[in-house]
């Protein structure tokens, strides 16, 4: 087996060539640094057998980052036999840097020229054999957007591997020779890597080399010191010199470059983007159509996949044991409320396709690094980073991402004090478990306004987390370290469908893969703590009584009917009204004639006695009917009432009754209270909780229309509820990984206790001012969004001394 290694800077494609070669769904961005973590796979070609690692994407090895730091000892540790070096052919010069840096490695290494329809536009001529002569390397040229060069890849990295004698690579330091010799002699290593590598690391104070060989820092430095006095040298700055001049010449013996005045698309595309008057509308228009796009028109497609779901349902309940009486066997009450946690967040899949393929395009196109530049103007005056970007929109800052991948992407941010602000605002973006809470409620009391309700719910959470961010930067952190932004922003590229596709399809089924472990997890804790201790023995009987009045009077109505014989005991006409139930559940779906035939004759098949008395076809029957129809309601009703009464007794009931008191000021009564403590394990569960209380039977009615049929709340609550949610704290596992990244508890306790104090006060404050001045749901919504955008800006408008802050970026084309 041949162990390759794929090394590249970032948006040189080297995810797309790693897709090409493994044919793995890698995620693949225009976004520098997205590829965090390695990624393996393996595959067989020509009978032999390949794994290859993708590394995350670095500029250099003389660098201190993350990306940096994981593939360097990667390189050091794992040995692989090849290194397959992925550049942007139209930015060929530049790349060279880490180039250099991989062949001083001593192992054999392919070159792939990524990107070369773009050289081909912009008139560049690279002479192909004359780069492999000058580095002594294959070099393999490849458009890997169009699934290009995969066999001569493949080829040329077998080649490298078979290689048996490889002529070393070397740069000519000039006068820092002499020095890098005596460091040979200080670094030790068991592995394969150069002596000579290790030492030019060394000498650059390369942490990672510097523990790795156990290398006498003093030592070192007095090396160090010694050319700085005699050469008036830096030694990472001259080392770099020296490589970007081989690079140069290199590069010029190599290339040629018709140079003309046509400017290039990306600049013509980035004069209108990155204008100082346009950038903000056209941002705002971005955003506004994905939620259009995605929230909107992607919840019209739930009133497909709802009855389907239904359906499903359905089907599973008939197989479940029917209740003999009013009380529900605990595996049928069980089974319903797992199901129903699932699918009232399986209907929202439509929303999450069309926002993550909208996502995956604006990577692919190359707007997101434009996003961060953009916004680097305002983030800096928050404290923020324009790297915070990529976090805040992993996190949901574009509705549908997750918290957890969002803190976890800050540790690429430079910044000390930015970094830690980020890892502290993320979990108050619009992560993917809050979105089905939101369409739960707007739905039911806003669906007329969903789209103006979305867009403000949408861009608060922004506000908020800037607001948040500057009073953590003046206040406790500002004593923490600041960095400068650079950013690169790459060339346009077009999305290819396949790729948008794949990654839509890649997001959703992460997101299933989440209902099915950690809902389904949560949803078997929040049964038990809903059902015990129980309806107590005196609630009971009282309920029994009242169905047996009921059963009493039906009887008597059936005793003078033909049908006595075929309902004359408990049992029988339990059978009959969980039969009625069952067909006017699969009724509802059935919207052919054709398919209410093929109903009608299964269930006559079924129970041909009973079935007449379902659809009756005499006066006899039809009179029975409207006694079965009245007996199913109060049957239905008692069951709901024994649940809201079982929950209310319940360990979760007794906890949400107990702070009713309190949470009534901002509208919330025990069941919401019950909702929002779920969803503190999991955000999904508020959903799954809340469709589960409100479930009636095999009701062909959704969450959002039972629990806008339900009465007990206004469009008043459900702003409240929204703002709660808006600013509710981060589930488990983001709270895991707030004190991971962080290194503090007591950061990961401010994360928690901070946003459950500011929602419940601003939930209380907003629900009491709507009461008062008899506002509507829509305008409560619209004040509390007037008001956190007005304090932001309030903010941004008072500056900040800050040292060492300034913005930059470097441009591609």
């Known amino acids: 087996m041949i162990r390759v290694a794929l090394a590249g800077q970032p948006n040189c494609g080297k995810s797309t060539i790693f897709n090409l070669l493994a044919g793995v769904n890698q995620h693949v961005a225009n976004y520098p640094g997205v590829t965090v973590d390695k990624k393996t796979a393996g595959v067989k070609f020509n009978d032999t057998r390949f794994e290859f690692v993708d590394l995350p994407g670095t500029y250099s090895f003389s660098t201190y980052s993350l990306e940096e730091r994981v593939a360097k000892q990667f390189l050091m540790d794992e040995a692989p036999d090849v290194i397959v070096n992925i550049v942007d052919a139209s930015c060929l010069r530049r790349s060279l840097y880490l180039t250099f840096q ?201 009133d497909y996949t709802w009855p389907l779901l239904a359906a499903v349902k359905n089907k599973i309940v008939d197989l479940l044991p029917a209740a003999t009486s009013i009380e529900v066997p605990l595996i049928t009450d069980f089974s319903l409320w797992m199901i129903n946690s699932v699918i009232a967040l399986l209907n929202y899949i439509p929303i999450f396709f069309i926002l993550f393929a909208l996502i995956a395009i604006l990577e692919d196109v190359g707007y997101m690094p434009r996003m961060a530049f953009i916004l680097d103007r305002i983030f800096k005056r928050f404290g923020l980073h324009g790297q915070s970007t990529l976090p805040l929109v992993l996190g949901g800052a574009l509705v549908g991402g997750c918290a957890v991948p969002g803190v976890m992407a800050t540790k690429g941010i430079a910044d000390a004090r930015a970094r830690l602000a980020t890892i502290l605002v993320v979990p108050y973006m619009n992560c993917l478990a809050k979105v089905p809470f939101y369409t739960l409620l707007l739905g039911a009391f806003f669906k007329q306004q969903m789209s103006m309700m979305m867009f403000f719910i949408s861009t608060v959470t922004l506000f908020i987390a800037l607001i948040v961010a500057r009073l953590l930067t003046s206040t406790v952190l500002r004593s923490y370290e600041t960095a400068p932004f650079v950013m690169e922003l790459p060339t346009y590229h077009l999305p290819t469908f396949r790729g948008v596709v794949l990654r839509a399809f890649q997001r959703v089924w992460l997101y299933i893969k989440k209902v099915v472990t950690v809902v389904v997890a949560v949803a078997v804790v929040l049964f038990v703590l809903l059902q015990y201790p129980g309806v107590s023995d005196e609630k009971m009987a009282e309920f029994r009584q009242t169905a047996d009045s009921a059963v009493a009077v039906f009887m008597k109505k059936a005793a003078s009917t033909s049908y006595a014989d075929a309902v004359d005991d408990s049992a029988e006409i339990f059978a009959l009204i969980s039969l009625y139930d069952s067909y006017k559940s699969n009724r509802m779906l059935a919207k052919s004639k054709e398919a209410v035939a093929a109903l009608d004759a299964k269930f006559l098949a079924a129970s041909p006695q009973l079935f007449p008395l379902i659809r009756p076809e005499d006066e006899a029957a039809e009179k029975l009917n409207r006694e079965v129809r009245k007996l199913s309601k109060v049957n239905k009703k008692l069951q709901i009432e024994i649940k809201n009464e079982k929950i209310s007794n319940s360990f979760l009931g007794m906890f949400g009754r107990a702070i009713e008191p309190v949470s009534r000021l901002a509208g919330f009564d025990w069941r919401i209270n019950v909702a929002f403590l779920s969803s503190f394990a999991a955000r999904e569960s508020a959903v799954a909780t809340l469709g589960s209380i409100y479930e009636k039977g095999k009701s062909d009615l959704s969450p959002e229309q039972a629990i806008a049929q339900d009465g007990a709340y206004t469009p008043l609550h459900a702003t409240s509820m929204l703002i709660f949610m808006i600013l509710t704290p981060p589930c488990i596992a983001t709270m895991v990984v707030v004190k991971l990244q962080s290194n503090s508890t007591r950061w990961m306790l401010f994360a928690t206790f901070f946003p459950i104090t500011l929602g419940i006060v601003l939930s209380m404050l907003f629900f009491g001012l709507a009461v008062n001045f008899n506002w509507s749901g829509l305008d409560m919504m619209r004040n509390f969004y007037i008001s956190v955008v007005a304090l932001t800006f309030a903010l941004g408008l008072i500056k900040t001394k800050r040292s060492g802050w300034q913005a930059g970026k470097t441009m591609k084309g």
Not at 200 to 205: Q, T, V, Y
């Open 102 to 302: 991989l062949l001083e490695l001593g192992k054999p290494v392919v070159l792939v020229l990524n990107m070369m329809d773009i050289a081909e536009r912009r008139n560049m001529t690279i002479d192909t054999a004359k780069l492999a002569e000058m580095l002594n390397v294959e070099v393999v040229t490849t458009i890997g957007s169009k699934r290009q060069g995969r066999r001569e890849l493949f080829k040329a990295v077998q080649r490298a591997a078979d290689q048996t004698i490889l002529q070393p690579f070397r740069i000519d330091y000039g006068e820092l020779e002499l020095y890098i010799s005596e460091a040979e002699e200080l670094v030790r290593h068991d592995g394969d890597v150069p002596a000579r590598w290790l030492a030019i690391k060394a000498l650059e104070s390369d942490d990672v080399v510097l523990k790795k060989t156990g290398t006498n820092r003093e030592e070192i430095k007095d090396i160090t010191s010694r050319i700085h006095d005699r050469h008036d040298l830096d030694v990472d700055q001259a080392i770099a010199r020296l490589r970007y001049d081989n690079a140069d010449v290199v590069y010029h013996k190599c290339v040629k470059e018709k140079k003309g005045n046509q400017e290039t698309l990306t600049a013509k595309a980035d004069r209108l983007i990155l204008n100082r008057w346009l950038a903000f509308p056209i941002l705002g228009g971005v955003i506004f159509l994905i939620y259009q796009l995605a929230i909107v028109w992607g919840y019209k497609l739930t």
